[in-house]
């Protein structure tokens, strides 16, 4: 089974293209969740009981981890043992955006893909492929390029245009033509711009986008899966973090994200 063949099965059997963000910024835990030996891992492991029914993925962003430091990297440590533990099908994205060249792309391979154990990670491709083969060989793992990102400030740099070209469009062709070659390739394509998700759809085929800014970067669920689904149906793991983890029910939350996605694909 290939990386990609992992998402599409849990895609299919939960019947969901929703992906839960574990970004567990300390200063916003519940109290109940603070008063634990280990507060994040206590509260990711509640967030991943009550919405994994719902959920084909689980992404981390490491930021929120690595502020804490040792105890924090030990809380994400024993959030992915668990998430491999109770439920192995389940799709896993370390957000880290790295990439980087030599000795110093080894050890993010092992760290992340390796002793933390996720499935994918995103990467930027700003370093060109040198940066970027040390996890494009790795058919077992999934490397998603950071390609039309969500925030407001994108189209500074990834609206330059290169012979008429737009940067982000270039980005979709190289992944598309050049650094798939093990088919373990994935985009980030931001919900915050459907137009350029449509057209990143048409040059890339099949290919699937990990989707964040649903929510509260003002994403519009329906305008994105509409833009952004493949022939099959599938093609997106659609993230939303705080929209279900701090939300008052985050079953309810993850329900209402995994049926909003299936009513518009």
């Given at each position: 089974m290939s990386i990609v063949d992992k998402y599409n099965s849990r895609a299919d059997k939960v019947n969901s293209l929703a992906c839960v963000g574990l970004d567990a910024d300390f200063e916003k835990l519940p109290e109940k969740s603070l008063k634990e030996q280990f507060p994040q891992f206590s509260f990711n492991k509640y967030i991943i009981d009550v919405t994994h029914e719902f959920a084909a993925a689980f992404k981390a962003n490491i930021a929120f981890y690595e502020a804490r430091g040792e105890e924090g990297m030990k809380e994400l440590?024993?959030?992915?043992?668990?998430?491999?533990?109770?439920?192995?099908?389940?799709?896993?994205?370390c957000d880290a955006k790295r990439?980087?060249?030599?000795?110093?792309?080894?050890?993010?391979?092992?760290?992340?893909?390796d002793w933390l154990g996720f499935d994918?990670?995103?990467?930027?491709?700003?370093?060109?492929?040198e940066a970027l083969e040390p996890f494009l060989a790795r058919p077992d793992k999934g490397a998603i390029i950071l390609c039309r990102t969500s925030n407001p400030g994108a189209g500074e740099l990834q609206d330059l245009k290169v012979d008429g070209k737009p940067v982000?469009?270039?980005?979709?062709?190289?992944?598309?033509?050049?650094?798939?070659?093990?088919?373990?390739?994935?985009?980030?394509?931001?919900?915050?711009?459907?137009?350029?998700?449509?057209?990143?759809?048409?040059?890339?085929?099949?290919?699937?986008?990990?989707?964040?800014?649903?929510?509260?970067?003002?994403?519009?669920?329906?305008?994105?899966?509409?833009?952004?689904?493949?022939?099959?149906?599938?093609?997106m793991i659609v993230n939303s973090s705080r929209g279900v983890i701090f939300a008052e029910d985050p079953a309810k939350a993850a329900r209402e994200l995994r049926d909003g996605i299936n009513q518009y694909r």
């Open positions: 440590k024993m959030t992915m043992d668990y998430l491999r533990g109770s439920h192995p099908d389940i799709f896993t994205i990439a980087d060249i030599g000795n110093t792309n080894r050890g993010y391979v092992t760290s992340i893909l994918a990670m995103t990467l930027h491709p700003y370093l060109g492929r982000w469009q270039i980005v979709a062709e190289k992944v598309r033509d050049e650094w798939n070659a093990n088919e373990n390739c994935m985009l980030v394509v931001g919900a915050t711009y459907p137009e350029e998700m449509k057209t990143i759809r048409a040059i890339t085929g099949e290919m699937t986008f990990l989707v964040p800014g649903i929510g509260a970067q003002g994403g519009e669920l329906e305008s994105a899966v509409q833009a952004g689904v493949n022939k099959a149906k599938k093609g």
